[in-house]
Nanobody, 124 residues
């Protein structure tokens, strides 16, 4: 079993930056693909970014390309999401997720492990 705990959310003005962290405990962290999803009120949980176990491959939703960066530190069992040039439409609860294998899936139901979520609010 893998436990995931997110941190780093908050309120920021448009154009600002935030860095989310997701600390993992349990089984071998480097064996898991990790991803960030987000869910705005009344909307589905959408893929934001993902990274393979070694960190060699990343994938991003078109809406965040060039603004967000996902990274991981396997020595610290932590995955990060650096968010720059934030927009009001980025407002959502952000979730960290993990799955076995080497494929960065973009569908939420394919991930086995989830954190509790952290709120990100971007004011205009």
């Amino acid at each position: 079993q893998v436990q995931l705990v997110e941190s780093g959310g908050g309120l920021v003005q448009a154009g600002g930056s935030l860095r989310l962290s997701c600390a993992a405990s349990g089984r071998t962290f480097s064996g898991y693909v990790m991803a960030w999803f987000r869910q705005a009120p009344g909307k589905e949980r959408d893929f934001v970014a993902g990274i393979t176990g070694t960190g060699s491959t990343t994938n991003y939703a078109d809406s965040v390309k060039g603004r967000f960066t996902i990274s991981r530190d396997n020595a610290k069992n932590t995955v990060y999401l650096q968010m720059n040039s934030l927009k009001p439409e980025d407002t959502a609860v952000y979730y960290c997720a993990g799955r076995g294998g080497t494929i960065i899936a973009t569908i939420a139901t394919t991930y086995n492990y989830w954190g509790q979520g952290t709120q990100v609010t971007v004011s205009s």
